[in-house]
Nanobody, 124 residues
């Protein structure tokens, strides 16, 4: 069982930056693939970024590529999402997710554990 707690959301102006953190419980964090997803009001949940258990492979949605960076610190059992050049369309609740398979990619069905989410609001 893995518990995930996101933090770092908030209100920021367009063009600004935020860093989200996802703290995970459990001794096997270093073997889990991690992902970030988001859901805007009245929209489907969508993939944002994923990172392999080792951190060696990352993958991003086209909408955030070049602006967002996913990273992890296995010693701190934490995964991060650095978000730069934020746009109003990035406004959403952001969720982190974990899969024991080591890599979940963009498929939300691959992830077994989810956090409660953190709100990100970007004003224009």
């Amino acid at each position: 069982q893995v518990q995930l707690v996101e933090s770092g959301g908030g209100l920021v102006q367009a063009g600004g930056s935020l860093r989200l953190s996802c703290a995970a419980s459990g001794r096997t964090f270093s073997s889990y693939g991690m992902g970030w997803f988001r859901q805007a009001p009245e929209k489907e949940r969508e993939f944002v970024a994923a990172i392999r258990w080792s951190g060696a492979i990352t993958h991003y949605s086209d909408s955030v590529k070049g602006r967002f960076t996913i990273s992890r610190d296995n010693a701190k059992t934490t995964v991060y999402l650095q978000m730069n050049s934020l746009k109003p369309e990035d406004t959403a609740v952001y969720y982190c997710a974990a899969t024991p398979t080591g890599w979940g990619g963009s498929n939300s069905d691959m992830y077994d554990y989810w956090g409660q989410g953190t709100q990100v609001t970007v004003s224009s």
